[in-house]
């Protein structure tokens, strides 16, 4: 069974860090592009990044370029996004997906909620 | 980037009903459009990708159409669990964008 689950959320104040992490299981991660999206309270969704398979591939959202980085660790099975410089307007649920094509996203994880305050 | 419009923001239906939720792009994207379906609190799951192809495991009242900038999501005969949240997303070109959503509500 295809598995993603995030972790790694929380309350960080304006301006502070957080790393969260995509756990696969259930399919070959490592053939795989995966993807970040995030869905503030009670909007929409919005796409973050993306990585190819092996890594060699990564483009960002303008909203988040120079802020976050996306990165993975196929020897582990995981899915990284390093938020810095954090604002209150990233206050949101971060997902991440699965794409079997680059095109579409065919499983997601559950999400995990990022609370930018102080 | 791609702007991607759902042409309602919410829909009334009944169970039965024939529903269609369209979605416009800012410019051509066939054949790269996604629809998802998303419940509160939870992640969204992929119904149609590639304009019409319905992913595997979704019933075979949902159906895409469309091409260029216009496309359709239908729903043959609304069912309970169908009432939800539903997104376009262009796969044409990075940054993925979304449409806003369409709410479909009893």
């Known amino acids: 069974e295809v598995q993603l689950v995030e972790s790694g959320g929380g309350l960080v104040q304006p301006g502070g860090s957080l790393r969260l992490s995509c756990a696969a299981s259930?399919?070959?991660?490592?053939?795989?592009?995966m993807y970040w999206v995030r869905q503030a309270p009670g909007k929409g969704l919005v796409w973050l990044s993306r990585?190819?398979?092996?890594?060699?591939?990564?483009n960002y959202a303008d909203s988040v370029k120079g802020r976050f980085t996306i990165s993975r660790d196929n020897a582990k099975n995981t899915l990284y996004l390093q938020m810095n410089s954090l604002r209150a307007e990233d206050t949101a649920v971060y997902y991440c997906?699965?794409?079997?094509?680059?095109?579409?996203?065919?499983?997601w994880g559950q999400g995990t909620l990022v609370t930018v305050s102080s | 980037d791609i702007q991607m419009t759902q042409s309602s923001s919410s829909l009334s239906a009944s169970v039965g009903d024939r529903v269609t939720i369209t979605c416009r792009a800012s410019?051509?994207?066939?054949?790269?459009l996604n629809w998802y379906q998303q419940k509160p609190g939870k992640a969204p799951k992929l119904l149609i990708y590639t304009a019409s192809s319905l992913q595997s495991g979704v019933p075979s009242r949902f159906s895409g159409s469309g091409s260029g900038t216009d496309f359709t999501l239908t729903i043959s005969s609304l069912q309970p669990e169908d009432f939800a949240t539903y997104y376009c997303q262009q796969s044409y070109t990075t940054p993925y964008t979304f449409g806003q959503g369409t709410k479909l509500e009893i």
């Open positions: 259930g399919f070959t991660f490592s053939t795989y592009w």
């Open positions: 990585i190819h398979s092996d890594g060699s591939v990564i």
């Open positions: 997906a699965r794409s079997p094509s680059t095109r579409y996203f065919d499983y």
């Open positions: 410019q051509s994207i066939s054949p790269y």
